[in-house]
Structures are given as C-alpha cells and as structure tokens.
C-alpha cells in the first residue's frame, strides 16, 4: 500500500542541480525541500550492486539522520553489449574530473570492440531509481527506464552521457533537445520522455496524487 507524501522532505543529495530539480518538480505538490548537502549530512558509501540498492542506502542513511522522509535517486546508462556497463558505475567512468567525453569515447571503444557495429547491437537505456524513506522505516521505490540507440556523440545540450543517446522514436539524441523535451512532464498525462522524469510520474501517482 503506498503512503502519501506530505510536509517537508529531505533530498539525499549534495549536488545542487539534483536538488533544484526535485524543488522544482515537488513545489506543486505542497513538498518542501531540504538537502543533505545543506544539513551537511555525510555522504554514505555507494556499495550496492544494483540502482535500487544504491539508491536505497542513500536515502535510509538521510531519513535516519533527519527523522524527515527521504528521497534518494540513483541513475545511468546501461548498454547491452557491454552487458550493461557502464550502469551504476556511470558516474564513476567519467572519474574524479567529471570527463564524459573521455566516458563517451570509452563507451564507443568497447561497443564496438564488443561487435556493436550494427543497430541492432548498439541498443542502450538510460535508468533512473528513485527511492523514499520514511522514518519509521516505510519505504517506497520506482524505476524509470528509456530505450534507444548508443550512437556517436552529437549536441552540447544537457549532461552526462546525453549526446551519445538517440531514444527511440526520435532523431535528436537527448543531447540535442532542450531540457523541456527531455525532462518535462506532459501536462495531458503522457508519459514523459526521459527515465528520470517518468520514475518520478510514477511517485507521484502513487504517493502525491
Ligand atoms: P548518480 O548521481 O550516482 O545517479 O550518477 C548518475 C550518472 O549517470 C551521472 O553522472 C551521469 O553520468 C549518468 N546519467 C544519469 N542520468 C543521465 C541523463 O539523463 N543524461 C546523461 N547522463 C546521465
């Protein structure tokens, strides 16, 4: 049974631009938000195996400090040739300097070292998994997932891996769309395009509306 969301939530994050967007989807609501980064919460180690875990441990670790609900996401690219690397090691790829064009290289060299030489064999996800916690220990997770083709670099919009992903049905990769095509979601109820944006429709379906 899932459990509305109500009053003040703390974001387990400490970067700025996660929490922007969370404010901003969740201020309709009634939510308010606080950050971990703000309450200079520590930052648990990442050691799950999988999105859930992952962001499972982030948001238990803020909802037991705070004794608040917690909202923690974890997210990535998941290419199928590489048996879905780079995955939860995403953001880890681009190592300490953030460098995802040297990621994105890294991706093109071991797709096609793999035989992801025809469409068919460069199919890929962008996954997102947004977990809340209450403190008394309820807990709540969904998963947004897009599909698409990994293809070679293209636009300097967005973050990340964007540039190198064309989600299915479209001809800009989401490197080339504005934040409102990739991220938005559509007033008539549609779902939305990215994998973070239609995790977050389906917390809201369960736990705002
Ligand atoms: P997290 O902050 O641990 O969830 O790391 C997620 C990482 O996955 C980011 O640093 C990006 O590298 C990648 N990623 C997740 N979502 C997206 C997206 O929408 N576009 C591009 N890269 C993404």
Redo the contacts with the bound molecule.
């Keep these: 049974m899932s459990r509305r969301l109500e009053g003040r939530l703390v974001v387990a994050t400490h ?1 700025a631009g ?1 929490l922007r967007e969370m404010r901003e989807l969740l201020a309709p609501y009634g939510i308010g938000c606080v950050s971990a980064g703000e309450l200079n919460l520590p930052e648990p180690e ?1 050691t799950g195996l999988t999105f859930e875990e ?1 962001a499972l441990i982030k948001a238990r670790a803020a909802a037991i400090a705070t004794k608040l609900p917690a909202f923690a ?5 998941c290419v199928e040739a590489l048996g879905g690397d780079p995955g ?1 090691y ?2 880890r ?2 190592g300490e300097s953030k460098d ?1 064009a040297g ?1 994105m290289a890294e991706v093109e060299r071991k797709l096609v070292a793999a035989g992801g030489t025809t469409d068919a064999k460069r199919r890929g996800s ?1 996954v ?1 998994v947004l977990a809340l916690v209450w403190p008394d220990g309820h807990e709540e997770i969904f998963r947004g997932e897009v599909h698409g083709q990994i293809v070679l670099p293209r636009g300097t919009a ?5 540039p190198l ?1 064309l989600p299915d049905g479209h001809s800009r990769t ?1 490197g080339e769309m504005t934040s409102e095509e ?1 991220h938005g979601i559509p007033a008539d109820g549609s779902t939305a395009l ?3 944006a239609r995790a977050f429709q389906l917390l809201a379906k369960a736990c705002l509306a």
């Design positions: 970067n996660k990442e992952n996401d974890d997210s990535g690219l939860i995403s953001a790829w681009a995802f990621a962008f997102s967005g973050f990340g891996y964007d992903f989401f990739k990215s994998h973070r």
